[in-house]
């Protein structure tokens, strides 16, 4: 595939966030479970985890509050409370409307017909940035959330009273500034016959299930920062968006692919049952997805169908592998929790594989075979959830980890993947003595010392190099936007 000079750009722009700098990065997804946060029964050798969450979680919180009236452009609806991404990878061709000048921007919008470049993302694409902006809201409500939780602990003078409220209603609340629930413009075309969103614009929600477990935190906390009177109106801003994601024509096309934007779907959907507490419904949605397309996702040996030379001649199998995986873990980690008596860790596919041989697949692959080494991170949180679900009696994932990530106990990660992280003797490792160390989060997002740069050590080094703010929001995209 040829590769452009943005797409360089950007490649490399990624590698910054997750390679040799231990700056913040966005999960692809997952759901953290509320009850352990919110029993505050951390083990010890969370602390250096903890720490980079409240570092996290300040930097986060500095950057919000976000909504859909930030873009500068109109959906067609004329409303800019409607929710508007543009189709990453096509491009405008103007030949055909008498482009002999340069056409304004708006005209080109709406006029030239556009065409896809496989995995070349047009970078116009951040004038309206509704999909960048959420999954800096979904990250910074998780993270204070949590970081709400440390109120027993060294931590707890961090955390800002009323931040996850604001946020929250910043986005989806306010008259002045409230998201309308559907999607009708995601990943929408561009061009004289687009103007309609696609059915791939409903992945750009997915951090609707970090959000969720950040409301059952506050909410199951009682935390007096999260009062009943916003929790009705999320309450019903979440079933208004039920209602579209299971009866507007492109969300109901996103729940039945068969690839990672099926998983994702379910993910979303399930999160938001369980945060209207309908848990037999959110049980009846996880179901849905490990009785459809989870039982044809997983070969014998682990490898994920989509992954076949077919789909993904796709340019990252490293990434799809490593992204649908954090998507299938994220489903059973919801229905575990709407019925723990029914788990479905076990589930097998047709094939007979489970998460679990899936994920000792992926482990199995060189990042490095695709020229995907940059991504190696991406795997992870997911070989920690595995490790805390199914065990890791031979010390296979404990193995992996030292090698590949040695201070992975200061990952985000590593503080709620339970009991595994907690019984683990981390003795040795980077991280096991850190204390929590007041100074370091007071001076986190303005300087690099520490142990987590944060995006401001990224900025930094980012301006030296010659690049603008803007790709610096696109490099925070990274994880998502390569679906
Ligand atoms: C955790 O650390 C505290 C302070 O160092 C210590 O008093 C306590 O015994 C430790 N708890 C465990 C379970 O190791
Ligand atoms: C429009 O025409 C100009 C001048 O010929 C050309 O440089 C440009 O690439 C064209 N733009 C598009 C989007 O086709
Ligand atoms: C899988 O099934 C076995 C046998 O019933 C059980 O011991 C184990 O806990 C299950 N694993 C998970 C992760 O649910």
């Not at 229905?335 to 097998?348: L, Q, R």
């Not at 041989?357 to 940059?374: G, H, N």
């Not at 520490?450 to 925070?476: C, D």
């Amino acid at each position: 595939m040829p590769l452009t000079f943005l797409h360089l750009l950007f490649l490399s722009s990624c590698i910054f966030l997750n390679g040799g700098v231990r700056g913040q990065t966005s999960y692809a997804n997952d759901f953290v479970n509320p009850d352990y946060v919110v029993a505050r029964d951390f083990g010890n050798n969370t602390r250096a985890a903890q720490l980079t969450i409240v570092k996290w979680a300040k930097v986060l919180a500095q950057r919000g509050p976000w909504s859909v009236m930030d873009k500068a452009v109109l959906p067609p609806s004329g409303d800019k409370h409607d929710y508007m991404s543009w189709a990453p990878y096509w491009w405008p061709d103007c030949s055909a409307v008498g482009n002999t000048t340069e056409l304004p921007q708006e005209e080109v919008w709406k006029q030239c017909e556009y065409k896809a470049r496989d995995g070349q993302f047009n970078p116009d694409g951040r004038l309206v940035n509704d999909v960048g902006n959420f999954q800096l809201l979904s990250d910074a409500v998780l993270y204070n959330a949590i970081t709400w939780s440390f109120n027993n602990q060294p931590t707890s003078n961090f955390y800002s009273k009323l931040l996850v409220p604001k946020f929250i209603k910043a986005w989806f609340l306010d008259t002045e500034t409230r998201m309308n629930p559907n999607l009708n413009y995601g990943q929408m075309q561009r061009g004289p016959t687009g103007q309609l969103g696609s059915h791939t614009g409903i992945l750009d929600l997915k951090g609707l299930t970090k959000i969720t477990s950040a409301i059952l935190m506050l909410r199951n906390g009682k935390s007096e920062d999260w009062d009943a009177a916003t929790d009705a109106q999320m309450i019903a801003w979440a079933k208004e968006y039920i209602t579209w994601l299971e009866t507007a024509e492109i969300a109901v096309e996103e729940g039945i692919a068969d690839n990672n934007h099926g998983t994702f779907y379910y993910n979303q959907l399930a999160a938001l049952k369980i945060l209207v507490s309908d848990f037999t419904g959110a049980k009846a949605v996880t179901d849905t997805y490990f009785n459809k397309q989870y039982l044809y996702q997983i070969e014998a040996n682990g490898e994920q169908v989509s992954l076949r030379p077919l789909e993904a001649a796709r340019t990252r199998p490293y990434h799809y592998r490593a992204y649908n995986l954090a998507a299938m873990i994220t489903n059973a980690r919801l229905a575990e929790y709407a019925d723990p008596s029914s788990p479905m860790w076990n589930k097998t596919t047709t094939a007979g594989a489970t998460i679990k041989t899936a994920l000792d697949f992926a482990l199995s692959v060189s990042p490095a075979a695709s020229q995907e080494a940059s991504y190696a991170a991406e795997l992870y949180p997911s070989i920690a959830a595995v490790a805390a679900t199914y065990g890791d009696a031979d010390g296979k994932y404990l193995t992996f980890l030292k090698n590949a990530q040695p201070a992975f106990a200061e990952d985000p990660y590593f503080f709620w993947n339970q009991p595994w992280a907690v019984d683990l003797d981390i003795s040795g490792l980077v991280g096991s003595t850190s204390a929590i160390d007041d100074d370091k989060i007071t001076n986190a997002g303005t300087s690099t010392a520490g142990t987590a740069g944060a995006v401001s050590a990224n900025s930094a080094v980012a301006s030296k190099s010659g690049l603008t703010l803007g790709m610096i929001a696109v490099s925070a995209l990274c994880f998502i936007a390569l679906a």
